[in-house]
């Protein structure tokens, strides 16, 4: 017997587009699809905390990846920077492996550096400022916090060595905290902003405090840290080191905000000359000062109440305000497991389940669903870009760019009910320069190819789009849509890199592998067509079909057409994506067809950085990652077909779903012979149609 669900390897570069509340702007989320987070070896992720004393209590909740805190948590969501800001505003703090030397990690109050101009060391992985920061928006995010007398939240992560005991897990969220001062500083001949944080529930002792510490209730008025003016600048700072006072004014960032009005002082950061500036200790006063939080945020002194730093799970009732689906952006974050507090990412399609090994009860979560018809998946949360948009009864408008041959194909309703674009793909074309010397570097696109012949154009895009009454057909999109909604697919999130320890990223999207085994970089698990449901066999007979037609549209002269025998299906909440990648496994034929069900999507295609086509890079990329050429709008019951195994050499496609429940099934045909003898046997079993 074969294994049915051996471990197969896909390429790609999952992702996460985490929004709703409070929204979020893209430069915070997740790296980019295609950036891979900087490469660090794992010991730099260490338990640093390890020897400490034991805390006093433990945390609210926690979790072993940043993946788990940023999809669990709305006020973190930080996947590169230390702190999560959102418009403008400070939400949260992460406190880890990069320990600044001035920072101060105490029972009440946190000392440390925010954010900017830092880059990885290439020997040791370890982050190092290498640009002065006097204009950070970071800064500015906390200062603005400070104005409006912001809760913040503090996490703790293993990583950093000046926490006073030792975490029980690698990110421990601390509690509430609000920013008291907002301070650039020097160090090494660059500035940096520091943000001196203070827990608001003063009242209670902190569970990261030792055991042996005592607790002390809070004291508003003994220790007052001094302040002086700065006889240059007439500005006041306080006195925060023990060595001396110094004119902390130098503020483009707080002039732009409107808390200052001067830039720089002349006196900025200037110490006595028997000061060394590099071994700065904060004075006692300094540390020990409390800020009374309740008469800041409300001099009334009422009652203010910070929100809760542990996330609630989803109720039926969040999702009948959200919009009724189940699929909403809300309904794929993560949860905190009521059993053990471990921040758990939604991993399967239908449920939430504990992440962590260590849970003494086994906790699993779901809402009801209910089925979605095609016409609400379109009717409802449909956010198609202005581009793509169509007058109603219209045929929408792709968007193509002039290198693309776009072609309407005769008859205009083919006989297998599906009116086809072909879109002719552009081979890389060296130019020549008018002395007839070969420029290595520009790029020349080709002008006729709607003839069909190969040489300029390495193979086709089919688009196909059904006619009015064809979803509505038995095994058509309509029931297809419903009936993925009633099977358990299996779909699941996989890893798609870093694929352990606290970086470990899984994929936006909801997959499940059936037939050959389709090896690339994301790990599937493949099932055999035998053991899969109607719905996925009526569809990949549907595909073959659909893909044989067109590639005798034409095609032909990129490849001959094989029967599929692999399918990917892959699930889309609200907000999920398939990121920058090519399906160009060396074992693949060369027609790739997909069928789109439920909300529309935006498929688009650009040049990979290697590939000589198109000179259009994006502006300031460093990746030189290139500008989409060609971009179609997939909606309900469409047929996307790619022939040409060149295309995925030289391209690479990523699909955006612009409503709130989208499946995709994509057909490819696995060539067994060119695996080996036991691989070989399964691909040849596995792909078997019943
Ligand atoms: O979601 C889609 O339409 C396409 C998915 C895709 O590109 C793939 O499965 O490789
Ligand atoms: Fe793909």
């Known amino acids: 017997m074969t294994d049915p669900t051996r471990v197969t390897k896909r390429k790609r570069n999952g992702n996460t587009n985490n929004a709703s509340q409070p929204k979020q702007k893209k430069q915070q989320t997740q790296p980019a699809q295609s950036v891979q987070l900087t490469q660090q070896p794992e010991a730099y992720y260490g338990n640093q905390t390890g020897g400490k004393p034991e805390p006093f209590g433990k945390p609210l909740f926690h979790a072993e990846k940043r993946q788990q805190l940023c999809e669990t948590l709305d006020w973190y969501r930080a996947y590169q920077s230390g702190a999560y800001t959102n418009e403008g505003i400070a939400y949260g703090i992460l406190c880890d492996k990069e320990v600044g030397e001035r920072d101060y990690f105490g029972d009440q109050v946190i000392i440390t550096r925010v954010g900017g101009g830092k880059e990885a060391d290439k020997q040791t992985g370890k982050m190092v400022q290498v640009t002065s920061q006097t204009d950070s928006r970071f800064a500015k995010a906390f200062l603005k916090s400070k104005q409006i007398v912001k809760p913040i939240g503090v996490i703790a992560g293993q990583g950093n060595h000046g926490c006073p005991t030792a975490l029980p897990h690698y990110y421990c ?40 510490t005592p607790h002390t209730p809070p004291d508003f008025n003994t220790h007052k840290a001094e302040v002086k003016e700065c006889p240059k600048c007439k500005k006041e700072s306080k006195v925060i080191y023990k060595q001396g006072w110094t004119c902390l004014n130098a503020d483009p960032v707080a002039e732009k905000l409107g808390v200052r009005e001067k830039t720089t002082c002349t006196g900025f950061f200037k110490f006595g000359s028997d000061v060394n500036d590099k071994t700065l200790e904060y004075t006692e006063q300094y540390l020990l000062e409390r800020t009374n939080f309740k008469e800041l945020r409300d001099p009334s002194g009422l009652e203010v109440h910070t929100g809760p730093l542990k996330p609630r799970l989803p109720t039926m009732e969040d999702v009948e305000t959200l919009g009724n689906f189940g699929f909403e952006e809300k309904c794929k974050r993560g949860v905190v497991c009521p059993l053990c507090g471990c921040c758990s990412r939604r991993v399967e399609w239908g449920r939430w389940i504990c992440e962590s090994s260590t849970s003494n009860g086994h906790f699993e979560y779901s809402l009801p669903a209910r089925i979605i ?38 008859p205009p309703e083919h006989e297998f009910g599906y009116k086809i674009y072909r879109y002719g793909i552009p081979d890389e074309t060296p130019v020549k320069t008018p002395d007839e010397t070969p420029d290595e570097t520009a790029v020349e696109m080709p002008k006729e190819t709607s003839d069909g012949k190969p040489g300029a154009i390495i193979g086709y895009v089919y688009h196909l789009k059904p006619n009015a009454n064809i979803n509505q057909q038995p095994e058509g999109a309509d029931g297809l849509f419903e009936d993925l909604q009633r099977t358990d697919l299996g779909l699941k999130r996989n890893p798609s890199r870093h694929n352990k320890g606290v970086n ?19 790990a599937q698990e493949s099932r055999p067509f035998k053991d899969a449901p109607s719905v996925i066999i009526s569809a990949i007979t549907q595909l073959s079909s659909a893909g044989k037609k067109s590639v005798a549209l034409g095609g032909e002269a990129f490849g001959s057409f094989n029967e599929f025998n692999e399918m990917l299906s892959v699930g889309y909440f609200e907000g999920s994506h398939m990121g920058w990648h090519d399906d160009g496994e060396k074992t693949l034929g060369p027609t790739v067809a997909s069928m789109s069900l439920g909300c529309s999507s935006v498929m688009q295609w650009r040049p990979k950085a290697k590939a000589k086509i198109c000179g259009k890079t994006k502006a300031n990329n460093k990746k030189q990652e290139k500008v989409p050429v060609l971009k179609i709008l997939l909606e309900h019951g469409d047929i996307m077909i790619m022939h040409g195994a060149k295309i995925q050499q030289l391209y690479e496609h990523e699909v955006k779903p612009c409503g709130k429940l989208r499946f995709a099934l994509t057909c490819r045909y696995i060539d067994p012979t060119t695996l080996s003898g036991e691989e070989r046997a399964y691909a040849e079993k596995a792909g078997e149609l019943p």
């Open 504 to 522: 470990e990223v899984l994929t936006a999207h909801w997959a499940t592998n059936w037939g050959a085994p389709y090896k690339y970089r994301v």
């Open 373 to 410: 018809t095609a016409d609400e998946s379109t009717a409802n949360g449909n956010d198609i870009p202005r581009s793509l948009r169509t007058d109603p009864g219209e045929m929408h408008k792709d968007v193509v760019d002039d290198i693309i041959d776009r072609l309407e194909l005769d």
């Open 173 to 212: 969220p601390l509690d509430w905290f609000h920013a008291t001062d907002v301070w650039c500083e020097n160090y090494n001949g660059l500035s940096r902003w520091m943000v001196r944080l203070e827990k608001i529930n003063l009242d209670e002792k902190s569970w990261w405090s030792a055991k042996a």
